[in-house]
């Protein structure tokens, strides 16, 4: 999965939250460490990482049907 990464300077939470998710070739992890680095204060709370993980894995199982057709 090829996720990129760019950097916003508005809201922390939602905003900080989607950025992770575009993070290019990192883990959920990784992603969300190197968007906190980035912009202190971004992906606040663990409702969001969870959802960042929810979404990682449904790209991944996208991309692994794409990948059988």
Do not use: W
């Amino acid at each position: 999965m090829r996720l990129y990464q760019f950097t916003v300077f508005v809201a922390e939470g939602t905003t900080g939250t989607m950025v992770a998710c575009k993070s290019e070739g990192l883990t959920v992890d990784g992603a969300i460490q190197n968007n906190r680095r980035l912009k202190p204060g971004s992906v606040e709370t663990k409702d969001q990482e969870d959802r960042i993980g929810d979404f990682y894995r449904h790209c991944k199982s996208k991309e692994a049907e794409r990948q059988q057709h």
